[in-house]
């Protein structure tokens, strides 16, 4: 059974820098990434990643966020710095793997003075 266990959200000021990290089991997986839902929008992309190492990011957080994997652990990481209040959402670890795509339950970031 797959299960992705997200961890790391939290309120920080505008300027700051957060980790998110997203352990998961139950399989391996080909991408694994990030998305995020601010209230009244919807879910997009923030940034994803091979198991080879390719990455793929969304142009709003270029330069300030970088996503990175490990496969040993089968975990994936979000280092998000210079944060700004429209970074604020619920944050989504996202896992494709052969027989799907499977959700985190999701982590909440709000960047707030």
């Known amino acids: 059974q797959v299960q992705l266990v997200e961890s790391g959200g939290g309120l920080v000021q505008p300027g700051g820098s957060l980790t998110l990290s997203c352990a998961a089991s139950?399989?391996?997986?080909?991408?694994m990434g990030w998305y995020r839902q601010a209230p009244g929008k919807q879910r997009e992309l923030v940034a994803s990643?091979?198991?080879?190492?390719?990455?793929n990011y969304a142009m709003s957080v270029k330069g300030r966020f970088t996503i990175s994997r490990d496969n040993a652990k089968n975990t994936v990481y979000l280092q998000m710095n210079s944060l700004k209040p429209e970074d604020t959402a619920v944050y989504y670890c996202?896992?494709?793997?052969?027989?799907?795509?499977?959700w985190g339950p999701g982590t909440q970031v709000t960047v707030s003075s």
């Open positions: 996202n896992a494709v793997n052969v027989f799907g795509t499977y």
């Open positions: 990643i091979t198991n080879g190492g390719r990455t």
């Open positions: 139950g399989s391996r997986f080909s991408a």
